[in-house]
Structures are given as structure tokens and as C-alpha cells.
């Protein structure tokens, strides 16, 4: 079974810049995956950040970035806000109509 | 804008079923793919199916293959999931969700939670 990892915790200064990672316990992540990113805040639903690898949802402020980093998907957070600390999830898309969620990136601002 | 409005969750006996629906508004529904994503307490989220724009292609994510059938009735603008058999750790809240292309995710409901307890 696929399994898509992700760091458990990160921590970033304010003004800071953090690389979240995602990645597959086998083989490499590229962009036949269509990778995606989602942030979520306590009690409210997910919300779209980045879709097929690198493309900016409507709305998202320019600080957010995603990129293929060496063999993972990766989501760049530049000049990092108060309001950034939320929890991350990427999703990968295997084929056959079946996705992947890792298990989540909770990221503090401080 | 867009929105979707889950409902039908609530708590439920180990073994029993029920039916979550998800109403759809601010677009056609009829041409969009759609489709479940679960998130038990504290947990990560899980792909739990999707269907496409007429209902006639469905898959489910290999873990939870057999208790679950999605469908969906375009005239309604709704999106259904069947959940059979139910089991302490289906407890999650259920949301669904709009499918892209691009095989994404971009429109989610706030989610209903389901609570399987005696």
C-alpha cells in the first residue's frame, strides 16, 4: 500500500521561510502525480493552497509555492505569517480515480 | 460562489447505516466530478471515492472498498455516500468535495460528523 509522507512538525520564525515536504515511502513524487496542497485550521474544512504541483489557487496570497524538490512535492512558504500556522496536508494522485493524503505537516509560527 | 452543504451524520449503533447527503449550489453540478474525503477526531484526512459528472465511473480507496457506495442525482444537485455496516473507527467527519481536472480538490463542504458509538 502507498503511503505519502509528510514531517509531522515544523516550526518557522515570523518573516521566516519553510520547505514542507511530500514524499513516497516508495519511488519518487514528479508531476504525473498532480500533486496538491491543502491548508486546514481547527474546525474548519480544508482549504486548496497549490494544485498540479505548482499552480496557485485563486486567492492565495504569492508567499505560497509549490515545486518538485529533489524526489518529493514540496511547498514552499515565503516570509511566513502569524496566520500560516495551520495544518498542511499534500494529496497525490495514483491513477485509477485514487488519491493520497499524507498525514500532515502542523506548522507553528513563532 | 460555490457551495456545498453535507448533512445526514449523527450518532450511530456499530452495524447500523447511513446515508450522508451533500447539496450543491453556486455551479453546475452536473459537470463536475465529486467526492468524499473523511477526517476522524485529530486525525489526517482519507480518500474515501469519487464519482464522475453522470455517475457512470466510481471508484473507492482500497481500504474501504465494500461498506461504502457513493452516487449522485444531478437533477438534486446532490452527492450521496451510503455507509453500511458502520464501525467505531468510521467516526470522522465526512466532507465532500468538488474534483478537478487536474485532480485536485477545490471546493470543500464544513462537513458532517459521524459518530458510531453503542
Known amino acids: 500500500q502507498t503511503v505519502v509522507t509528510q514531517e509531522p512538525a515544523l516550526s518557522v520564525s515570523p518573516g521566516g521561510t519553510v520547505t514542507l515536504t511530500c514524499g513516497l515511502t516508495?519511488?519518487?513524487?514528479?508531476?504525473?502525480?498532480?500533486p496538491s496542497w491543502y491548508q486546514q485550521t481547527p474546525g474548519q474544512p480544508p482549504r486548496m493552497l497549490i494544485f498540479?504541483?505548482?499552480s496557485r489557487s485563486s486567492g492565495v496570497p504569492d508567499r505560497f509555492s509549490g515545486s518538485i524538490f529533489g524526489n518529493k512535492a514540496a511547498l514552499t512558504i515565503t516570509g511566513a505569517q502569524a496566520d500560516d500556522e495551520s495544518d498542511y496536508y499534500c494529496?497525490?494522485?495514483?491513477?485509477?480515480?485514487?488519491?493520497?493524503f499524507g498525514g500532515g505537516t502542523k506548522l507553528t509560527v513563532l | 460562489q460555490v457551495r456545498l452543504v453535507e448533512s445526514g451524520g449523527g450518532l450511530v449503533k456499530p452495524g447500523g447505516s447511513l446515508r450522508l447527503s451533500c447539496a450543491a449550489s453556486?455551479?453546475?453540478?452536473?459537470?463536475?466530478?465529486m467526492s468524499w474525503i473523511r477526517q476522524a477526531p485529530g486525525k489526517g484526512l482519507e480518500y474515501i471515492s469519487y464519482?464522475?459528472?453522470?455517475?457512470?465511473?466510481?471508484n473507492y480507496a482500497e481500504s474501504l472498498r465494500g461498506r461504502f457506495t457513493i452516487s449522485r442525482a444531478n437533477a438534486q444537485n446532490s452527492l450521496f455516500l451510503d455507509i453500511h455496516t458502520l464501525r467505531p473507527e468510521d467516526t470522522a467527519v465526512y466532507y465532500c468535495?468538488?474534483?478537478?481536472?487536474?485532480?485536485?480538490?477545490?471546493?470543500w463542504g464544513q462537513g458532517t460528523l459521524v459518530t458510531v458509538s453503542s
Open positions: 468535495a468538488r474534483l478537478r481536472q487536474g485532480n485536485y480538490f477545490d471546493s
Open positions: 453556486g455551479f453546475t453540478f452536473s459537470d463536475y466530478y
Open positions: 464519482i464522475s459528472k453522470g455517475g457512470t465511473t466510481i
Open positions: 516508495s519511488g519518487s513524487v514528479s508531476t504525473t502525480y498532480h
Open positions: 498540479s504541483t505548482n
Open positions: 494529496v497525490i494522485y495514483l491513477g485509477g480515480g485514487v488519491w493520497v
